[in-house]
């Protein structure tokens, strides 16, 4: 299974339309098999969901995400565990134990023209 998890300096990035890069991992029977630093091309949610695609992502870790973008990683078979922050060595360890579930508070619903990014307030 091939994991993306957004990331900034060494932590889960809480704005996925806005995600600098990303860390791919891939796990096979609870161990990570490769992992790889990446930047994004582009963003905004429609890009960012195409260059998942084009990198063959099972499942992307985020911490906050709009409905739009989970209606579009639903579109293209992506599975969506959001509502993750920290650390990203703590966060991958969680993956192989299979204990990180999607979180539903997870959400941005106020994004408008000036939003400048989730990672100012309370949307995570």
Do not use: W
């Not at 990570?32 to 429609?46: P, T």
């Not at 959400?107 to 939003?115: A, F, L, N, R, S």
Request: glycine share 12%.
């Amino acid at each position: 299974m091939k994991y993306a998890v957004c990331a900034h300096e060494g932590q889960v990035f809480q704005h996925f339309g806005k995600c600098p890069g990303f860390r791919m991992v891939e796990i096979e029977s609870g161990k990570v098999v490769s992992s790889q630093d990446v930047s994004a091309d582009g963003n905004g949610h429609s890009a960012l969901v195409t260059f998942l695609k084009k990198h063959e992502v099972d499942v992307l870790v985020c911490g906050g995400i709009g409905e739009g973008a989970r209606k579009a990683l639903k579109e293209q078979d992506i599975e969506l565990i959001s509502g993750a922050r920290g650390h990203l060595d703590i966060i991958i360890n969680k993956l192989t134990k299979g204990v990180l579930k999607d979180d539903p508070s997870g959400m941005c619903d106020h994004h408008h023209e000036h939003h400048d990014g989730c990672g100012e307030h309370t949307c995570q």
